[in-house]
């Protein structure tokens, strides 16, 4: 009983030995003390490792080269698949691994060996040695795959640790790449072939895409895709495509041949995706980029450039500017194409007189298609606009004067009344475009001058077709050029707003008048410096007219005390109630119209000599106003003997039977068409007036500075001036201000000015 109770102080072992597939034993240790305290779990090797059985090692690989042989034959395996991974896991664990690794090396080595001779039939065409290949190619994979699935083992553990050594995967591709790819004349043979199928493709036949991935795919695995295909494939990318690009430079248009282009680089971009390496992508699409376009960008443009503009193939340019954007260089000359095309085209418009009339409207034009292109074809690009507004610039200006008459010319056409192609937000729309053309004016004074001469016209007629449009303009001019430039414009219209407030004022004078005339007045008082100079011209007027003005003048100096009036009977028009068989009618006529008319209240004929002595109208203008009354469409004089023109023997009688549907009608002064003197007058004065603004400008310079050599002087003022102006021009300012003492030459230097206080 005492026994019993020391053995069970003693701590009690049993041990549980489990025998493991692999012939090795696993033996546990349980150990335990006191009731409730831990227990340990100790592991220990067995004191005698079991010995394998005698040639299992010859025997187990005589197995496994059955089974390579068996996968590389694609004949049946005789033994189970599991049974050889775990005949190969027993071997690694004897340290067989590296007789191992080798015999298998061996094994595959001359199988992959004796491959090569179903590539030396020189009997297949280059297609079937392709799929042969590819079979070749596909068969070693799949072997290559099934025989590491077995060895894994060994891949995992002895290839693993041994960091110099190759997979057995890569055991394969090297085996291959050594004994049948590096082959010269079988590489010779794949690579032709390869790039023969590409070719075929290029002129449009269908070849098998997939066999061409798999065979490319081929190259890469065993890295020998750079050096022996993508060399010569590029080689001979650039040779066709520029054997390609000479050719259909000469054969095709400019938009067939970018269709063309666009055509080719998508279809190497699906060459790309469908079966050659990623890293081809950049070398080839640049080389077909260049050899299409890079070396034939000067001739696309002088080809194809100005037909596509001219034409306003907007598809096309949009095209163009993505090609020339891919390549170096390619911006860089299309803009400056683009700015010489403008230049050459704008400057047609400006420099060809017989186009004058239409040169505004040609310019709003062409500026709009350009704006359409340079917005939808080119990207917006910030390049191009501002090339497109330099060259507009440079072209505008080759004919000082001209652009800035002729566009103001065109603003009085459409503010004028009777003006009817247009809605307000279109006139609106339209002056918008206009200041954009005025823009790249740089006389602009010229433009003031007769733009001033129009508007007095507008004004003075009350043919102005909206007070909103003409202010909506001045705003705009005077945003671009300061107030300066519209100051004497706006005092225009001022003129205009006294002139109602002083006839309201006038009426109720006339009626507080003793004698109140039947003749109703209207008076507009205009500010010479504001106004265009008129010629005066004295004519005859009636004596209730006369009467009339200087009561009008005694009414407004009895206000206006100092002031002077000097009346401008060019800009007068009355209207005349007249009696004709058919009833009676008013004519709404200019007042020279009207002191005709009167005549033929006292008398029934008059010749033009005894009108003009009458009325004392000059002779150019009598003919006019005569032409107006008996050779226009409302005919209330009778011409004898008839005829278009009037000459000086001509006579006149009142045209009792006149007829005319409407009881108001307006005879309209026969314009003259604005002469050649009336032009240069006011040319002559926008240039009087610049000679005054360049010796203002010398004169503040030479204030400021003091002394100064001529070249300073002159870039100064050039940087002062907003006109263009010659430097001789200059030179003679600087002349007639030595002359008139402002400066002196310095007495050393005569390069040399100084201000003469």
């Not at 790449?177 to 790039?195: E, F, M, N, P, W």
């Not at 080119?378 to 330099?390: D, L, Q, T, V």
């Not at 005390?561 to 028009?573: D, E, F």
């Not at 430097?727 to 201000?755: A, C, F, V, W």
Request: hydrophobic share 35%; with cysteine; charged share 30%.
């Amino acid at each position: 009983m005492a026994e019993d109770t020391r053995q069970d102080k003693r701590a009690s072992f049993s041990a549980i030995t489990e025998h493991n597939t692999n012939g090795m034993a696993r033996t546990s240790t349980l150990a335990s003390g006191k009731t409730g305290a831990s227990k340990k779990l100790v592991i220990k090797n067995f004191k005698d490792r079991p010995k394998l059985v005698e040639n299992y090692t010859e025997d187990t690989w005589l197995k496994l080269r059955d089974a390579v042989g068996a996968i590389q034959n694609s004949t049946s395996i005789k033994y189970n698949l599991e049974e050889l991974y775990q005949a190969v896991e027993n071997l690694c664990s004897y340290k067989v691994s590296p007789t191992l690794y080798k015999q298998l090396r061996q094994v595959c080595e001359d199988h992959v060996q004796a491959q090569i001779y179903h590539f030396r039939e020189e009997s297949l065409d280059n297609l079937s040695f392709l799929k042969r290949m590819n079979r070749c190619w596909q068969d070693h994979c799949r072997q290559t795959i099934m025989i590491r699935s077995i060895f894994l083992f060994l891949d995992r553990t002895y290839v693993l640790q041994n960091s110099l050594l190759p997979s057995i995967w890569d055991t394969g591709l090297e085996l291959f790449r050594t004994h049948i790819v590096s082959d010269s004349a079988v590489q010779k043979r794949t690579v032709d072939g390869i790039l023969e199928q590409i070719e075929l493709e290029r002129n449009g036949e269908t070849v098998d895409r997939s066999l061409l991935r798999s065979l490319l795919g081929m190259l890469s695995d065993l890295q020998v895709y750079k050096d022996s295909f993508e060399e010569r494939f590029l080689i001979e990318t650039n040779r066709l495509y520029a054997a390609e690009g000479q050719l259909l430079m000469q054969e095709r248009d400019v938009p067939e041949y970018l269709h063309h282009v666009a055509r080719r680089l998508e279809e190497e971009n699906d060459r790309i995706v469908s079966y050659l390496d990623q890293s081809t992508q950049k070398p080839l699409i640049s080389c077909v980029e260049k050899q299409l376009l890079g070396e034939h960008m000067t001739a696309i443009l002088q080809k194809g450039l100005s037909i596509l503009l001219d034409e306003n193939r907007v598809t096309e340019l949009a095209l163009l500017y993505h090609l020339f954007s891919k390549v170096k260089g390619g911006l860089p000359t299309l803009l400056q194409f683009w700015r010489d095309y403008i230049k050459s085209f704008g400057g047609e418009i400006v420099c060809t007189p017989e186009k004058d009339k239409d040169m505004v409207q040609d310019l709003l034009d062409f500026k709009d298609k350009m704006d359409n292109v340079a917005q939808s074809c080119f990207g917006r690009s910030e390049g191009f606009i501002n090339a497109m507004k330099e060259a507009f610039e440079t072209f505008i200006n080759k004919r000082p004067n001209k652009p800035a008459e002729l566009i103001a010319k065109y603003v009085d056409s459409k503010l004028r009344a009777g003006n009817k192609e247009a809605t307000e937000e279109e006139l609106e729309r339209i002056l918008d475009k206009i200041m954009i053309i005025f823009r790249f004016i740089h006389g602009k004074d010229v433009f003031e001058a007769f733009y001033k001469k129009d508007l007095a016209k507008r004004l003075l007629v009350g043919k102005s077709a909206s007070v909103d449009a003409e202010k909506s303009m001045l705003s705009k001019l005077k945003h671009e050029c300061g107030a300066a430039f519209t100051s004497k414009l706006e005092g225009m219209f001022k003129d205009m707003e006294l002139s109602k407030d002083i006839m309201i004022q006038f009426k109720q004078y006339m009626q507080n008048q003793s004698e109140p005339s039947n003749i109703e007045l209207t008076v507009n008082i205009l500010t010479m410096g504001y106004w265009p100079s008129y010629t005066p011209m004295e004519v005859h007027l009636p004596p209730e007219m006369v009467k009339l003005q200087e009561v009008f003048k005694l009414f407004y100096l009895g206000k206006h005390s100092g002031r002077k009036l000097q009346w401008q009977p060019t800009l007068g028009h009355a209207v005349l109630k007249a009696e004709f068989k058919e009833g009676k009618k008013e004519l709404q006529v200019s007042l020279f119209q009207t002191l005709v008319l009167l005549m033929f209240n006292e008398g029934e004929e008059f010749s033009v000599e005894e009108i003009r002595t009458a009325t004392g109208i000059e002779e150019g203008e009598l003919k006019r106003t005569l032409q107006s009354l008996a050779c226009g469409k409302a005919r209330v004089l009778n011409k004898n003997p008839r005829g278009k023109d009037v000459e000086d023997g001509d006579r006149f009688n009142f045209n009792n039977d006149f007829k005319h549907k409407l009881f108001r009608i307006k005879i309209n002064q026969i314009q003259m068409k604005e002469t050649v003197e009336e032009q240069v007058s006011t040319t002559e004065r926008v240039f009087q007036d610049r000679q005054y603004q360049i010796d203002a400008a010398v004169v503040r310079i030479m204030k400021m500075r003091k002394t100064l050599s001529h070249n300073l002087l002159v870039s100064e003022l050039y940087n002062q001036l907003k006109f263009p102006v010659k430097p001789g021009d200059l030179k003679k300012r600087i002349e007639s201000l030595i002359d008139r003492d402002y400066m002196e030459r310095d007495k050393e230097t005569p390069n040399q000015y100084h201000y003469v206080a």
